[in-house]
């Protein structure tokens, strides 16, 4: 007779954390052993508490957008199009982030305690566009007058949109994505030969 294949870590934490997302913090272990085929002594004696596994299926990893940023601003391709695919990568990261935000908040753990980690997330974020855009401000890529407060902006209505959107649907976050981002880096970022061609406008003469 063989014996039963072994559920692996990820496979547990992926059942976990879908059956907590469909039913919410209440959501029994039962459902979550059924899911994955084992006895809910089983689940019990691999995860120690459910609180331990909704803390380690739903607790949030470090944003995906850091490690695209940290190579730092590329010369070959414009600011604004490279600033667009990190924030748009972080937009994915965020969708799946918000709702197990919310689960967490309603849990016996609470969202601020599920949080501490060594550095949150919308921090590590912040902390990586700031030290990106004051490379490009360096470089004389774009005029960046402030890196930190351009990174919270962006950042700010990033998030404010994917958390509307999980609270209200679309309706709440109005517009594409990219074409909001885009004309918001547009107004924050401005490129070198826009600069210039500012600077050079002749000051209007005043009618007499």
Known sequence: MSRPQRVLDPQIDE??????LEQGPAAPLQDIAKRLGISQAALLHRVGTKEALMSRALRPVPPSAVALLAPGP????SVEDQLLEALLHH???LRQLVPCLFVLHYSM?????ALRTDTPPPVALREALTTWLSRVKRAGLADVAAPKVV???LCGALEARCFNAHVGGATCAPGEDAAVLRQLIRVLVVP???????????PKRSAR
Do not use: S, W, Y
């Open 91 to 93: 937009r994915d990261f």
């Open 109 to 113: 753990l609470g969202g601020a305690r």
């Open 15 to 20: 059942a976990a954390r879908a059956v907590f």
């Open 151 to 153: 990174a919270e902006a």
């Open 74 to 77: 590329r010369k070959d391709r």
């Open 192 to 202: 070198p030969a826009t600069r210039a061609r500012t600077a050079k406008k002749p």
